[in-house]
């Protein structure tokens, strides 16, 4: 890819831009215990997390199917979606990595695996969304990464072109989907690594 090719950069947001992680979400919730890693994937491999990503269901009833299917109480829920959003907290330099993209003259979007409730709750809390000319977000369109579909639905939404296009992501699952229908891809590790990433694909920043 040429340094003239590329007009549009891509950002996944959870581990990307705000933090998340599952384990200690649960940990925070539930307390420390034994099954900390089999209660975290009960919770987030289930097809309710599935779901409520997918926009087929509410955070309501997804507290509501925790209770009945895996036996959480009222306040447990209360807490697990309190810390669902609360522990996503930037992660260092992404904001500024954002910033300098548009800066320097690139089309800046969003593609994210995320519930209605928290993206509400992250456009409400930091500034970073604004800054996006775009965003596909998983519940308004029922798709999830790595599905083929939902890289498309960014490209036809946003008349945007594959091959001017970089994805960045922390999962390889998700770069190596983004990849296969001609998007460059970057897997994120650091707001410096995923810098130097994109000057190494002729991103001028």
Not at 29 to 55: C, M, Y
Not at 164 to 180: L, R, S
């Amino acid at each position: 890819m040429s340094s003239d090719n590329v007009k549009n950069i891509v950002f996944d947001i959870g581990n990307v831009v705000v933090r998340w992680s599952p384990l200690e979400i649960i940990r925070l919730t539930l307390g420390e215990t034994d099954s900390l890693e089999e209660q975290t994937k009960s919770i987030f491999h289930s097809d309710t997390w599935l779901n409520l990503n997918k926009g087929l269901i509410t955070e309501s009833d997804a507290k509501a199917r925790y209770q009945e299917v895996i036996g959480l109480t009222e306040l447990e829920c209360e807490r697990l979606f309190y810390y669902v959003k609360q522990t996503q907290i930037l992660i260092y330099g992404s904001l500024e990595l954002i910033k300098y993209c548009k800066t320097a003259g690139y089309k800046v979007f969003a593609l994210t695996d995320n519930v209605h409730e928290t993206v509400s709750y992250l456009k409400s809390s930091y500034t970073f969304w604004d800054l996006f000319d775009g965003a596909i977000v998983s519940a308004e369109v029922g798709l999830l990464k790595p599905q083929p579909e939902i890289y498309h639905s960014l490209l036809s939404k946003y008349d945007l072109h594959a091959s001017e296009t970089v994805f960045i992501d922390d999962m390889p699952h998700n770069v190596k989907g983004a990849e296969a229908i001609g998007i460059s891809a970057i897997q994120f590790v650091s707001a410096v690594q995923c810098e130097q990433a994109l000057k190494s694909l002729g991103v001028k920043l």
